[in-house]
C-alpha cells in the first residue's frame, strides 16, 4: 500500500526557515519522480517543485525559485522540501505527491498519490 | 506557461443529475490532463489521466473527454459521495498546473 506521511509543518515568522519531510512506503520510491504542491487557506492547488526518481531533474515554481529546495535521501525513503525566506503568501498546506512514471507522459506523468499534507502559517 | 480556466467554478446539482465541468488549456497539452477530485480537508484523489483514462477503482460514471484544448469531466449520474471539488491538471510540461476548481454543490 502507497504511503506518503509529511511533517515538519509548523507555526514560522517571516523570513524564517523551515524543511518539511516525506516519509514514503509501499512503491520503488527511487524509480518514481515526486513532488510538493501547496494549498493556500480556501484556495486552489499550486505546484511547487518536482524532482525525478534518479534526482537528475529537478524543477521549482518560480514563486519559490531561490528560495525553497526539493531534495530526497534514498536510503531513508524521504523527499524533503527546504524553504528558506519564508513569506506570510507562503502559508498553506503543502502535499507530497507520487508522480507515478509508469503512467502515460513524457515531460511529466500523472500525480496519482498524494500524502495528507503538512501545515505551514508563515505569521509575525 | 499553460494556463488552465476551469468552468464552471462552482457548480448546483442534485442526487442523479448529469453534472459536466471543462477545462480550457492555454496552449496544446496533447493529452497530458488529469482531472483529480478534493473533500474538505482530505488530500486530492486522482480520477481520470491521459484526459480520458479512468484510474483503477474509480467508478465508471465518471468519465474524461478532450477536443483539442479543452477537456471535460463527466459525472453520469451524481451521487452524494460526488461532492467535492474538482481540478484539472496538465503533465506535459513544467511549470506543472492546475486549474482553479470546480465546487459541486448540493441543489
Known amino acids: 500500500e502507497v504511503q506518503l506521511v509529511e511533517s515538519g509543518g509548523g507555526l514560522v515568522k517571516p523570513g524564517d526557515s523551515l524543511r518539511l519531510s516525506c516519509a514514503a512506503s509501499?512503491?520503488?520510491?527511487?524509480?518514481?519522480?515526486m513532488a510538493w504542491v501547496r494549498q493556500a487557506p480556501g484556495k486552489g492547488l499550486e505546484w511547487v517543485a518536482s524532482i525525478s526518481g534518479n534526482s537528475y531533474w529537478i524543477y521549482h515554481a518560480d514563486s519559490v525559485k531561490g528560495r525553497f529546495t526539493i531534495s530526497r535521501d534514498y536510503a531513508k525513503n524521504t523527499l524533503y522540501l527546504q524553504m528558506d525566506s519564508l513569506r506570510v503568501d507562503d502559508t498553506a498546506i503543502y502535499y507530497c505527491?507520487?508522480?507515478?512514471?509508469?503512467?502515460?507522459?513524457?515531460?511529466?506523468?500523472?500525480?496519482?498519490?498524494w500524502g495528507q499534507g503538512t501545515q505551514v502559517t508563515v505569521s509575525s | 506557461d499553460v494556463q488552465l480556466t476551469q468552468s464552471p467554478s462552482t457548480l448546483s446539482a442534485s442526487v442523479g443529475q448529469r453534472v459536466t465541468i471543462t477545462c480550457r488549456a492555454s496552449?496544446?497539452?496533447?493529452?497530458?490532463l488529469a482531472w483529480s477530485q478534493q473533500k474538505v480537508g482530505k488530500a486530492p484523489k486522482l480520477l481520470i489521466y491521459?484526459?480520458?483514462i479512468l484510474e483503477s477503482g474509480v467508478p465508471s460514471r465518471f468519465s474524461g473527454s478532450a477536443s483539442g484544448t479543452e477537456f471535460t469531466l463527466t459525472i453520469s449520474s451524481l451521487q452524494p459521495d460526488d461532492f467535492a471539488t474538482y481540478y484539472c491538471?496538465?503533465?506535459?510540461?513544467?511549470?506543472?498546473?492546475f486549474g482553479g476548481g470546480t465546487k459541486v454543490e448540493i441543489k
Open positions: 496552449q496544446s497539452v496533447n493529452t497530458r
Open positions: 491521459e484526459a480520458s
Open positions: 505527491a507520487r508522480i507515478n512514471v509508469a503512467l502515460p507522459g513524457i515531460q511529466s506523468h500523472p500525480i496519482d498519490f
Open positions: 491538471q496538465q503533465y506535459e510540461t513544467y511549470p506543472l498546473s
Open positions: 509501499g512503491f520503488r520510491f527511487s524509480y518514481d519522480s
